[in-house]
């Protein structure tokens, strides 16, 4: 018998997306070496995350790098059971919203701890990843 009676349909749905990088490109190698950045509005100060080639606040487009830190405390998560079709090969996952030392909150997927055992407040840490096609993204684990 199925496990879940309401899903129809478990196909993985591959998306690609041709967005430039090229003011952008500093968040993505800064990544691919473990440091989180982001850009700083040289116009107005508006710190954006993710990074930003325009600032949204006040449109400006000379912005400078800005180094985040790795370090995190856990705001709110969810439990993801019924996994959407794009990630039907990953089975359950946790989404966590964390705060960073400078404020800005960050979402991402929390990895190496237990459902039982996520709280708010829990310390957390950023770290780099490689998917299977060498692209860098990143992750929470418990500090």
């Not at 899903?7 to 090229?22: E, K, Q, T, V, Y």
């Not at 691919?32 to 487009?61: E, H, I, W, Y």
């Not at 039982?116 to 500090?143: D, H, N, Q, W």
């Amino acid at each position: 018998m199925d496990e879940n009676p309401y899903l129809h349909s478990r196909r993985a749905l591959h998306l690609r997306f041709d967005i430039p990088i090229l003011k952008t490109k500093e968040f993505w190698d800064m990544l691919r070496q473990g440091k989180l950045v982001t850009t700083k509005c040289l116009k107005c100060g508006n710190v954006s995350f993710p990074p930003q080639a325009d600032c949204p606040k006040c449109m400006g487009s000379e912005s400078e790098w800005v180094d985040l830190g790795t370090d995190a405390t856990l705001v709110t998560f969810t439990h993801v059971k019924i996994t959407p079709a794009s990630f039907a090969e990953d089975g359950t996952y946790t989404i966590a919203i964390a705060q960073l030392k400078s404020g800005l909150k960050v979402l991402a997927w929390l990895e190496g701890v237990g459902a039982e055992t996520v709280k708010p407040g829990m310390g957390l840490r950023i770290e780099a990843r490689a998917g299977t096609g060498g692209s860098p993204y990143y992750v929470f684990v418990p500090a």
